[in-house]
């Protein structure tokens, strides 16, 4: 799914409709009570929240349960993205995707110690800064992209995970560095704890 109305920006730009959208895409359809315990807020904010999104094409209604009493919501699309040329809404949208992220990160870092050992080695933090060209970094972008398809594909169906998995959230991202920003890095990158 392409957004581009600033609406639709602006009703995404919300850290619980993040949430609901990466929970809808891991588990599949779910209503908005099983939505609140997975989440550990209430169902009416996820109710509110969930019909925000569908109003604005994010998530739609999925079959009704067995006894009709129960209103489960599905995505529309695994995938949402953004013109980053949108304007002042996706500045907005930008800023709460990277602050999300950014308090993930950190709280790995800070439970990560009470973490199994086999997560705790194969998890990482990293990055490295190269010279590439925007024709090799859509390259760099697919290709990364492609390494992570076959298990996107697993997405919406738990019973296809295998028995030790858990959800891992693989964070892309490639920005340039500003011209004369210190790296502090030796020539050729810097590739952190990976």
């Not at 040329?85 to 709460?96: K, M, N, S, T």
Request: with cysteine; net charge negative; glycine share 8%.
């Amino acid at each position: 799914m392409r957004i581009t109305d600033p609406k639709a920006l602006r009703a995404l730009a919300h850290p619980l409709r993040f949430d609901l959208i990466e929970l809808l895409g891991a588990f599949g359809s779910m209503t908005a009570a099983e939505c609140a315990r997975r989440l550990g807020t209430g169902q009416a904010t996820c109710s509110f929240h969930l019909r925000l999104l569908a109003k604005y094409g994010f998530v739609e209604a999925a079959a009704p349960s067995r006894d009709g009493r129960e209103r489960p919501w599905r995505l529309t699309d695994l995938e949402q993205s953004w013109s980053s040329d949108a304007g002042p809404a996706v500045d907005q949208l930008e800023r709460v995707f990277i602050q999300r992220e950014a308090e993930r990160m950190l709280g790995w870092v800070e439970r990560s110690r009470a973490e199994p050992s086999r997560w705790l080695d194969a998890a990482f933090l990293g990055g490295a800064t190269v010279p590439l060209t925007p024709t090799e970094l859509v390259s760099v972008r697919g290709g990364l992209r492609a390494v992570l398809e076959p298990y996107v594909c697993r997405l919406g169906d738990p019973d296809a995970w295998p028995t030790d998995a858990r959800l891992v959230r693989v964070l892309l991202s490639a920005v340039p560095v500003q011209a004369g920003e210190p790296t502090n890095e030796p020539e050729g990158g810097s590739h952190g704890n990976d």
